[in-house]
């Protein structure tokens, strides 16, 4: 499977900013995809990020608080616009590859907003 | 759309001992289901999985069973250890995937 990294790992931010999370993906991959995970509960889809398109939304998320860019087949990143404490939560990176669409996770990015 | 429900949401077992996970899903057209394991501070690791052509797979000490007929699935860990102990998710995929709760396994030394 290709390694994934998120950078940064953690942040703590104050409200009404907004942070950008890259994710690197050590080798070319058709989807990569953007998850929630607030505290204690489960994987949330966000988007799916397409290269070199608009990234496709899930319902409940936006492109104006949620923009996410694709440049290549490598490398994506999401931003958190305009944070509330509500979006205190786990941001993760993930591809699909190998022989059967297996889907991987990164790291993470730990997000406290204050 | 697809709808996974995973039981239970804690469980605590003495080292040795075996811990059994269930999920059950929705949505008979799922044909894709790999579970996960989510240490402290990491993200989640895909660490078996299992498609709608195959009854039960093994890999050491963890294992998973699908019920198409059921739609349930389960992962079973056997001879247990400390270092098992983290939160596990399942997930039913045919295009999307669809997670599990998760269930947070503490394995007492």
């Known amino acids: 499977s290709a390694v994934i990294s998120q950078k940064p790992s953690r942040d703590i931010c104050q409200r009404g900013t907004s942070l950008t999370i890259q994710c690197q993906v050590d080798?070319?991959?058709?989807?990569m995809f953007w998850y929630r995970q607030q505290p204690g509960q489960s994987l949330t889809l966000i988007a799916t990020?397409?290269?070199?398109?608009?990234?496709?939304?899930e319902s409940g998320f936006v492109i104006d608080k949620f923009p996410i860019s694709r440049p290549n087949l490598t490398f994506s990143t999401l931003t958190v616009s305009n944070m509330s404490p509500e979006d205190s939560s786990i941001y993760l990176c993930?591809?699909?590859?190998?022989?059967?669409?297996?889907?991987?996770f990164g790291p993470g990015t730990r997000l406290t907003v204050l | 759309g697809e709808n996974v429900e995973q039981h239970p949401s804690t469980l605590s077992v003495q080292e040795g001992d075996s811990a059994v996970i269930k999920c059950t899903y929705s949505?008979?057209?799922?044909?894709?289901f790999p579970w996960y394991k989510q240490e402290l501070g990491k993200g989640p690791q895909l660490i078996i999985d299992?498609?709608?052509?195959?009854g039960e797979k093994k890999d050491q000490r963890i294992a998973v069973t699908l019920n198409k007929t059921a739609k349930h699935f389960s992962l079973h860990i056997t001879e247990t250890q400390p270092e098992d102990s983290a939160v596990y998710f399942c997930?039913?995929?045919?295009?999307?995937?669809?997670f599990g709760t998760g269930t947070s396994l503490t394995v007492i030394p």
């Open positions: 993930s591809d699909r590859t190998g022989s059967y669409n297996e889907q991987f």
């Open positions: 080798s070319q991959v058709t989807m």
């Open positions: 990020a397409n290269q070199g398109s608009e990234a496709t939304y």
């Open positions: 949505d008979s057209a799922s044909n894709y």
């Open positions: 299992i498609r709608s052509n195959v």
């Open positions: 997930a039913a995929s045919r295009v999307q995937f669809y």
